[in-house]
């Protein structure tokens, strides 16, 4: 599978807009982009998914670049409910296990 | 909306004991999966089954075994528990197919003694 590159922490404060970055550089034509969430002491929480084109959902935004090469997941106005850790994983269809993959993922912090 | 819900949330062992985690999904999924997530790490697959009546090993397999007992519930077993077992245990399920989302349950935290 290909790897994903996050930042370790953000820092963003209330109902201000977060940009979570990830980088892909080795993504294949086939790889879908996922992105989870994990609050304090839950399991983790499907945001969005996207292959080419951005997409909108009630949680967030999937911003992906033309080359597919980075993307950016974007939380319009952030709450004190979305301080939580965000994985970025790729996803490629037809793999026999279909376990997600994640690595360290982005811990965001929500500051009132 | 019930969705993944696993049981027991919290469980305590001693070494050698036994003892099988449950997980249960409502919505209608073909797949199912075990986690587990130790400290500071990212999840881990320990078994998974792509449809009822399959199962299959994960990363992580050694120490545990499964049942996929209908469409809707995939037990994990710890047949002699060891302190190497303590971790948070994770349910996913989802439809068919590996770019389909996983849902997952709240999880449940085994401290092995």
């Known amino acids: 599978d290909a790897k994903t590159t996050q930042p370790n922490s953000m820092e963003s404060n209330e109902e201000e807009p977060v940009h979570l970055p990830c980088n892909h550089s080795?993504?294949?034509?086939?790889?879908?982009i996922h992105w989870y969430r994990q609050l304090p002491s839950q399991g983790p929480e499907y945001v969005i998914h996207?292959?080419?084109s951005n997409v909108n959902n009630r949680m967030a935004s999937l911003a992906i670049a033309e080359d597919r090469k980075s993307s950016t997941l974007i939380l319009h106005r952030a709450t004190l409910r979305d301080a939580a850790v965000y994985y970025c994983i790729l996803r490629r269809p037809g793999r026999s296990q279909g376990n997600l993959i994640f690595g360290k993922g982005t811990k965001l912090s929500v500051k009132p | 909306n019930a969705g993944v819900t696993q049981t027991p949330k919290f469980q305590v062992l001693k070494t050698g004991q036994s003892m099988t985690l449950q997980c249960a999904q409502d919505m209608n999924h073909n797949s199912m999966y075990w986690y587990r997530q130790d400290p500071g790490m990212g999840l881990r697959l320990i078994y998974y089954?792509?449809?009822?009546?399959?199962?299959d090993k994960g990363e992580v397999p050694n120490g545990y075994n499964v049942s996929r007992l209908n469409k809707r519930e995939f037990s994990l077993r710890l047949e002699s528990a060891a302190p190497s077992q303590t971790s948070v245990y994770f349910c996913?399920?989802?439809?068919?197919?590996?770019?389909?989302?996983?849902?997952f349950g709240d999880g449940t935290r085994l401290s092995i003694l």
């Open positions: 080795t993504i294949s034509g086939t790889d879908y």
């Open positions: 996913a399920s989802s439809l068919r197919g590996t770019a389909q989302p996983q849902h």
């Open positions: 996207g292959l080419t």
């Open positions: 089954s792509a449809s009822e009546g399959t199962t």
